[in-house]
């Protein structure tokens, strides 16, 4: 049972990429799913979650107008779009499923996520 992040890679400042979430033995559907980002050096902090079926979703600050998470149920995968990106988005990307709540709140707790599965290396440099 997990998450797999993939599609990373290198691109230049102000390129785009875009992350795919696929699920493995669960459900997808039944789940919000987060998306998290740990920077060398620093804490793994979440950045963006979507609900399970209504179309909630949250960002925090520093992705909000870049970035954009969306899923397709039926092919039990989740995305991260991500544009405009800067250097200081570089990082290991990882998705998770929240166990508690199937729709986002204005926060991301993450000892409500589980399910992590190996993450994806973005870097940005020119």
């Known amino acids: 049972v997990q998450l797999q992040a993939s599609g990373g890679g290198l691109v230049q400042p102000g390129g785009s990429l875009r992350l795919s979430c696929a699920a493995s033995?669960?459900?997808?559907?039944?789940?919000?799913i987060g998306w998290f980002r740990q920077a060398p050096g620093k804490e793994r902090e979440g950045i963006a979650c979507?609900?399970?079926?209504?179309?909630?979703?949250y960002y925090t600050d520093s992705v909000r107008g870049r970035f954009t998470v969306s899923r397709n149920n039926a092919e039990s995968t989740a995305y991260l779009q991500m544009n405009s990106l800067k250097p200081e988005d570089t990082a290991v990307y990882y998705c998770?499923?929240?166990?508690?709540?199937?729709?986002?709140?204005?926060?991301?707790?993450?000892?409500?996520?589980?399910?992590w599965g190996q993450g994806t290396q973005v870097t940005v440099s020119s």
């Open positions: 998770a499923a929240n166990l508690m709540r199937s729709r986002c709140i204005a926060s991301i707790i993450q000892h409500e996520y589980a399910y």
């Open positions: 033995g669960f459900t997808l559907g039944d789940y919000a």
């Open positions: 979507i609900g399970s079926t209504d179309g909630s979703t």
